[in-house]
């Protein structure tokens, strides 16, 4: 079990002199042989508090601690909001959406938008993808006449 502190500042920061001063867990072999009695004891006293308190309370003492968010908190954390890491758009067929912006800015494109379109339905871009690999028209309409770009492809892309 990873506490988050060094075992020496477990009295100090976690408040668990009990286990700090037992002299069977003097050495890492002791805390390695009582590690179930070690990790009943910190899960009890994890009750405690919140996560939000530990988290101070670790920080406070100079640990580099975070808490592990479910999903649906990291959706509405003041930081991911601030950073504005999450972007709506409007996606033709679904309506408005919110996706994962991208994981950083770089000052000459920070003002650029992030999405320059919305998703693509199945095969709508085949054949733009295809000019851009260097087959010519008539190429591709030899591949969709032999069955090779599937039923559901599109001509002209957009």
């Known amino acids: 079990m990873n506490l988050g502190v060094r075992w020496d500042d477990l009295g100090d920061t976690f408040g668990l002199d ?9 050495t890492a072999e002791g805390r390695a042989e009582h590690s179930d009695e070690i990790e009943r004891v910190v ?43 999450l972007t709506q758009f409007e996606q033709p067929g679904r309506g408005n959406v919110e996706a994962v912006s991208r994981p950083f800015r770089l000052s000459g494109t920070a003002a650029l938008p992030w999405l320059t379109r919305p998703a693509p339905h199945l095969s709508e ?34």
């Not at 975070?66 to 909001?81: C, F």
């Open 18 to 26: 009990e286990l700090k001063n037992d002299p069977r867990l003097a």
């Open 43 to 85: 899960a009890g006293h994890y009750l405690t508090k919140t996560a939000s308190e530990w988290e101070a309370q670790f920080k406070a003492a100079g640990h580099s601690v975070s808490i592990i968010k479910e999903i649906d908190e990291v959706l509405d954390d003041p930081q991911v909001m601030a950073n504005e890491m």
């Open 125 to 158: 871009h085949t054949d733009e993808v295809l000019v851009e690999l260097g087959y010519s028209q008539s190429e591709i309409e030899a591949m969709r006449a032999a069955g090779a770009l599937g039923p559901t492809s599109n001509r002209g892309g957009a």
